[in-house]
T-cell receptor, first 113, second 115 residues
Framework: GENVEQHPSTLSVQEGDSAVIKCTYSDSASNYFPWYKQELGKGPQLIIDIRSNVGEKKDQRIAVTLNKTAKHFSLHITETQPEDSAVYFCAASIGGGGTALIFGKGTTLSVSS | NAGVTQTPKFRILKIGQSMTLQCTQDMNHNYMYWYRQDPGMGLKLIYYSVGAGITDKGEVPNGYNVSRSTTEDFPLRLELAAPSQTSVYFC??????????????FGEGSRLTVL
């Protein structure tokens, strides 16, 4: 079945450093790749997404890149701040016309000041 | 706007008991989903619905049932609770799906323990 692999599972950085989280997916028909941030005790919230017809998308300090040939996509956070500390999930749509998302296992990001 | 509301927030069940997790959304979204989250395992899709009267299985549907009689409500039923169903359950909704899958709006979760 469809699968999304996410690495690393934990990531610790100093405030101001960059953080990169990588995901690979198995279904070549997937065409939508969102990233969600989950703070303690809350539900996940969308922070950025990318569709298969785009290679890169930026929103202030966060960016996502997509390599459809290699079935890789990555989240880049620059100038990290303590409030970036959270669990981050990547996801991929199930098939080109898929109705739901398959999530990676999550990355716990810790930003120390 | 309340968004997606889940009840109860916490529940302890004995093995073999049944219960229903309630989910309601006030955004007039057609698509609704139930996920479970286990430590270190990410979010697994249990069931989803593309509209009232239509439901479909996700990755881990065994031991669960759903119904969708209205656009707003998407309850998840656990029959004969087992310790393996101890988890945090998240309901979510989205305006669009399929080839135009869009942002999922999640509730705050329901923590279920089966003893």
């Amino acid at each position: 079945g469809e699968n999304v692999e996410q690495h690393p599972s934990t990531l610790s950085v100093q405030e101001g450093d960059s953080a990169v989280i990588k995901c690979t997916y198995s279904d070549s028909a997937s065409n939508y790749f969102p990233w969600y941030k989950q703070e303690l005790g809350k539900g996940p919230q969308l922070i950025i997404d990318i569709r298969s017809n785009v290679g890169e998308k930026k929103d202030q300090r966060i960016a996502v890149t997509l390599n459809k040939t290699a079935k890789h996509f990555s989240l880049h956070i620059t100038e990290t701040q303590p409030e970036d500390s959270a669990v981050y999930f990547c996801a991929a749509s199930i098939g080109g016309g898929g109705t739901a998302l398959i999530f990676g296992k999550g990355t716990t990001l810790s930003v120390s000041s | 706007n309340a968004g997606v509301t889940q009840t109860p927030k916490f529940r302890i069940l004995k093995i073999g008991q049944s219960m229903t997790l309630q989910c309601t959304q006030d955004m007039n979204h057609n698509y609704m989903y139930w996920y479970r989250q286990d430590p270190g395992m990410g979010l697994k899709l249990i069931y989803y619905s593309v509209g009232a009267g239509i439901t479909d299985k996700g990755e881990v549907p065994n031991g669960y049932n759903v119904s969708r009689s209205t656009t707003e409500d998407f309850p998840l039923r656990l029959e004969l609770a087992a310790p393996s169903q101890t988890s945090v359950y998240f309901c979510a909704s989205s305006y669009s799906g399929g080839a135009n899958t869009g942002e999922l709006f999640f509730g705050e979760g329901s923590r279920l323990t089966v003893l």
